[in-house]
């Protein structure tokens, strides 16, 4: 029996697929540029690798999230622009409303601009938008938490923490006539025919005139009749930024009267604001009117005011030993000299022995993710911008006094919008604590948050390393040049070899046959 065979020929195909093969192999890398495309390559190596290429694509993803919060921060400072040119336009006209060569009506047209420009900042608040974010209304802002307090507002030197103190006494509006307080003026007008203010239904000749409410006139005529006079009284303290009441006796404590006016009723007249800036100033050109209605011709010499909020900081609370307090009204603020701040509005006439809780937490701030791995995140603060929020909410310019507490209002609010976007840490400090960014790029960074050119320092970053991976490529490219040529020279002689290597053994046998 005899089995025929051609063995040489079957190992000259095996020996050209392990040629094809390696060749194939060569070709991959030549044309990927990549020494390890396989485990079989270089398992090692390719772990390593693999690592390597999540931190590039994970650079890369940080780089367009910090893209991304860069524009957030340029709509939020575009918004911020626009609000603060209203706010310098609000100053603008409070001062030119404190000028008393302006009549009432030129007044009252000031204030329907201001309020005009008040909507309009309330709308930037509300409709200022990122992706559907929004913005300004203090959803993105640190949450604090606190009874018995509104407007909570808290810089970014203050730390999450437990915040102690009390309200030792409350804020107080002026008030003139106070039952409870100084002795209530009661009409003493009486006519030629013996008639008192409380005889009569309405204002005899001889007590016509004008009444001064905080700088407001209100012009009482003869013939005006009780509802009238109240109404022209309640309108006129309105604008001069207080209010009236009929007072009534009862055991001898006056009370506010719900019943209608009548003459021989005392008044009362309370500030609409609290605080030590409030007051009540009354004059009268007539003292028969003056005995009509019980007020005084002149109240200069004892004007009323209000006084300010008082409360104790609890020193073994977060907020240390070094914290202090000031007081407008029932505004609160707390601050140190490290740029600690925390402001609010106390609930008016609460005052209490009991301890109120200002809880800081971490929640609410915009986080950014701007690096590769776990916890390299950069948090950025947007507070709300309204004008509740910025104190600027009950502005009335159509007085002296409260033009001139506009002016003031505004001034504070200019600050605060001025303070803007705000970041929970600079990203020099975020990218030195991250170890994964060369001390040249965090030491740029630095210098571009000094100069306000962060963008710039990034991009001149950006270039320089780019810069030396190309060079690094050229001097790798020029060092494989050779390699290459080597290996193909290999490559080739295998071929020769793999071809004619069975012409060789198959002329051998035909020889030693023949």
């Known amino acids: 029996m005899k089995i025929n065979h051609n063995m040489s020929a079957v190992i000259t195909n095996h020996q050209l697929l392990n040629n094809e093969n390696s060749l194939s192999v060569s070709m991959e890398k030549l044309s990927s540029g990549l020494r390890i495309n396989h485990a079989k390559d270089d398992a090692a190596g390719m772990a390593i690798s693999t690592k390597m290429r999540a931190q590039i694509q994970g650079l890369n993803q940080a780089s367009r999230n910090a893209s991304d919060g860069n524009s957030i921060l340029q709509t939020a400072d575009g918004a911020l622009n626009e609000v603060t040119s209203m706010i310098q336009r609000m100053r603008e006209l409070a001062v030119q409303a404190a000028n008393e060569t302006n009549t009432d009506d030129d007044k009252d047209s000031i204030q329907d601009e201001i309020e005009s420009l008040k909507k309009e900042i309330d709308r930037v608040s509300t409709d200022t938008e990122f992706n559907t974010k929004t913005l300004f209304n203090g959803s993105l802002d640190t949450r604090v938490y606190g009874d018995h307090v509104s407007r909570i507002s808290v810089s970014d030197a203050v730390a999450a923490g437990k915040y102690n103190f009390t309200i030792d006494e409350a804020a107080t509006q002026a008030v003139y006539n106070d039952p409870l307080g100084a002795a209530v003026t009661t009409p003493s007008y009486v006519d030629d025919n013996g008639d008192t203010a409380a ?36 309108e006129g303290a309105e604008l001069g930024e207080c209010s009236i009441n009929p007072l009534i006796q009862a055991g001898g404590i006056y009370v506010k009267k719900d019943a209608d006016y009548t003459f021989g009723d005392p008044l009362q007249l309370t500030s609409d604001f609290y605080g030590s800036g409030s007051q009540v100033k009354i004059s009268c050109d007539n003292e028969k009117l003056a005995q009509f209605l019980g007020l005084p011709m002149s109240n200069a010499d004892n004007i009323p005011t209000g006084k300010d909020a008082k409360l104790t900081i609890d020193a073994t609370s977060a907020f240390g030993n070094h914290c202090t307090y000031t007081t407008d009204g029932n505004k609160i603020t707390i601050t140190n000299r490290s740029g600690f701040e925390i402001s609010f509005l106390a609930e008016e006439g609460y005052s209490d022995t009991t301890p109120i809780q200002l809880d800081v937490t971490n929640i609410g701030t915009l986080t950014l993710q701007i690096g590769a791995n776990e916890h390299q995140t950069m948090d950025v603060r947007i507070p709300e911008i309204s004008t509740d929020s910025l104190y600027i909410d009950n502005l009335d310019v159509t007085t002296v006094n409260g033009a001139d507490r506009a002016i003031m209002q505004l001034d504070d ?10 970041l929970g840490l600079p990203l020099s400090n975020q990218l030195r604590t991250s170890g994964l960014f060369p001390p040249m790029v965090v030491h740029m960074v630095g210098i571009g948050e000094e100069t306000g050119n962060v963008e710039e320092m990034l991009t001149n970053s950006a270039v320089y390393y780019e810069e030396e991976v190309e060079v690094q490529t050229q001097t790798l490219t020029s060092l494989m040049e ?19 290597q069975p012409m060789i053994q198959l002329y051998n046998t035909l020889g030693s046959q023949g």
């Not at 009569?200 to 009238?228: C, H, Y």
């Not at 609010?413 to 705000?422: F, H, R, T």
């Open 413 to 422: 609010a200019l600050e605060k919008v001025k303070s803007g976007v705000s």
């Open 482 to 500: 050779p390699i290459i040529i080597v290996l193909m020279a290999f490559v080739v002689v295998l071929l020769i070899l793999a071809i004619y």
């Open 199 to 234: 005889d009569l239904d309405a204002i005899p000749d001889d007590a016509a005139g004008v009444v001064v409410i905080n700088g407001r006139e209100i012009k009482i005529e003869a013939g005006d009749t009780a509802t009238e006079v109240y109404g022209k009284l309640r």
